[in-house]
């Protein structure tokens, strides 16, 4: 076959197909790629024998793909194959909609044909293979077992760029290509994480607006990626916009992110290091977790991706087990990409929103994933509520590190303070009596600000501009002195919730923020349990 040939599938098709599997479901809307592949697959040396590929749909029956066919039912083509004398490689469009869809029950007569090929093709003298390629399904109980799913990866680069190739080859007379050899690659990498249809159409839309194809077309056609990215509703591409300059504090955890920034490169496997795999970070509400992950964008230079766990187990998409495999597979399609997942314990702990079952099965998904993914996908994720997650979560080696953010220590109060008022504070306009962003008056806000949580700090900022603001001058230390006094926050409110968390993490995560900014506090909690701010929790390492 020519590039187009999803080679990782093909692998995989090749080792299934030698064990003898007997039924392959491939999940997907490109029967096209799951035939090519297939055909590629029958003459693999891999194979002891090589196989014929025939294809099935309700108005062809059974027909070498390509060609046409009489109209026949289902179970009289899986009866049919049973009996085909040669080996063979069977692709099944349509039968999903026999085996339980959209709400209708699977029927019994084929249910059981599909059971009877399973073992047939199994144990059978002549080899066959039943692939079965659907959109979406939800398996019936009865063939869960006979069946195994196959993901069919987004198309590669070089898939990508046969499309690229077909289309400007039959444009050629008609339009402008001015493409260097690295634009042309952008375009590529611009058009991946999409299907080979979408990345046609996205093609010939960025040729059609101007009947010409070149760099400026990279935006048009990256922009495409990112509606469809939308559309699938559980992954979103977060711009980057904030840098680590405006994460006050955490130095511990942004250094061990720095360090770590650039592995996906080839350069890195001169240092034989294997690529990272993600961080967890949890701690208590209001800290900057959510803050760094955005962050991180801007500080490795790579596309940011959302993971929305609520709405992969919503049912408003499919089902949670696929749409949990789409979204890792549009992650891979992009890498070198950042995965966030936020709030991870709303989709995976034991309150999270799946039922048990199916939560534990896309989990697994999810850990597998993590383990085996091949594309350089870094994986960040939050929580608050750690202790509800799944203990093989935070088993050593999932996760490359756990770190713990608590309530900023006073070295990184100054520093929140400082980056949300000069976020505000424009100087040239200030009089005597206006606030000033000086060590002292940092300082001063810092020791007024003990046990506030960075957005609570933020908070305080914002109210004290309104009060200056809604008398048209510049801000002055009174209006913050009022917006603090006028919070009563979290860790007084919670505080054995953090003492909790706090205790949790002793043990379990490391301190985000460094060693040197907490000096003035306890690392342990025993002895100072009674003031939830002469102590900090998390594990002292520096990195
Ligand atoms: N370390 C920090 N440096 C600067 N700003 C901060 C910091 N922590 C919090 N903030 C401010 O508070 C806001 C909320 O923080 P963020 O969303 O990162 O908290 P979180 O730890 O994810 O909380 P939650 O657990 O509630 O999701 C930020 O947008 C920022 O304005
Ligand atoms: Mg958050």
Redesign the pocket.
């Known amino acids: 076959m020519n590039a187009r040939t999803p080679l990782i599938f093909g692998t995989t098709l090749v080792e299934l197909i030698r064990a003898r599997h007997p039924i392959l479901l491939v999940e997907t809307h490109e029967g096209n790629r799951v035939i090519a592949a297939a055909e590629a697959v029958a003459v693999s040396p891999d194979l002891r024998r090589p196989r014929k590929v025939v294809a099935y749909t309700v108005s062809k029956g059974l027909h070498s793909p390509g060609q046409s066919g009489k109209p026949t039912s289902p179970d009289t083509a899986l009866n049919e194959a049973i009996k085909a004398p040669e080996p063979t490689i069977f692709v099944f469009f349509d039968l999903h909609h026999f085996l339980g869809s959209q709400g209708r029950p699977a029927e019994p007569t084929m249910v059981r044909a599909v059971q009877d090929a399973a073992l047939a093709f199994r144990t059978g003298e002549v080899p066959h293979t039943l692939i079965i390629v659907s959109p979406g399904m939800t398996l019936p109980t009865d063939l869960e077992k006979e069946v195994t799913v196959v993901d069919l990866p987004l198309p590669t680069a070089g898939e990508i760029e046969g499309v690229l190739d077909e289309i400007v080859g039959a444009n050629a007379a008609s339009i402008v290509v001015d493409l260097s050899a690295d634009d042309r690659q952008r375009l590529i990498q611009a058009a991946q994480g999409l299907t080979l249809g979408e990345a046609e159409n996205a093609f010939a839309r960025a040729i059609a607006s101007d009947r010409r194809l070149d760099a400026s077309d990279i935006a048009l056609v990256l922009d495409e990626k990112r509606q469809t990215i939308r559309k699938s509703g559980l992954l979103e591409f977060i711009p980057a916009e904030g840098t680590m300059n405006?994460?006050?504090?955490?130095e511990n955890l942004k250094k061990w992110l720095n360090k770590r920034n650039g592995s996906w490169l080839p350069e890195a496997q001169r240092w034989s290091i294997p690529a990272p795999k993600g961080v967890l970070?949890t701690?208590?509400?209001?800290?900057?977790?959510?803050?760094?992950?955005?962050c991180m964008a801007t500080l490795w230079g790579l596309p940011l991706l959302r993971l929305d766990v609520g709405r992969v187990f919503s049912g408003l998409v499919g089902s949670s087990e696929q749409n949990m495999r789409g979204a890792l597979k549009l992650a891979e399609a992009v890498s070198p990409s950042i995965l966030w997942i936020?709030?991870i314990e709303k989709g995976f702990g034991s309150s999270g929103s799946g039922d048990s079952g199916t939560s534990q099965r896309v989990f697994g998904t999810f850990l597998t994933w993590m383990q085996e993914k091949k594309n350089p996908v870094f994986v960040i994720a939050?929580?608050?509520k750690i202790d509800s997650l799944p203990p093989e979560f935070l088993r050593k080696g999932r996760f490359d590190e756990i770190f713990f953010?608590d309530l900023?220590t006073k070295e990184?109060r100054v520093?929140?303070w400082r980056?949300?008022l000069e976020k505000r504070l424009t100087t040239d306009s200030a009089a005597s009596g206006d606030f000033e962003t000086t060590e002292g008056s940092l300082e001063l806000l810092a020791e007024l600000t003990e046990g506030f949580?960075?957005?609570?700090?933020?908070?305080a900022a914002v109210s004290a501009c309104f009060e200056a603001f809604s008398e048209r001058r510049m801000l002055n230390e009174k209006d913050l002195r009022r917006a603090i006094s006028n919070t009563v926050p979290l860790s007084v409110t919670q505080a054995e919730q953090i003492k909790g968390i706090r205790d949790w993490a002793s043990t379990r995560a490391v301190a985000a923020t460094s060693i040197s900014a907490r000096e003035e506090y306890s690392t342990t909690g025993a002895e100072a349990s009674t003031d939830v701010n002469s102590w900090r929790g998390g594990r002292q390492i520096d990195f």
């Not at 405006?246 to 955490?250: F, N, P, Q, S």
């Open positions: 405006d994460v006050g504090g955490l970070i701690g208590v509400p209001g800290c900057g977790k959510s803050l760094t992950a955005t936020d709030e939050t929580a608050n953010v900023p990184e520093h929140i980056i949300q949580s960075g957005a609570e700090i933020a908070e």
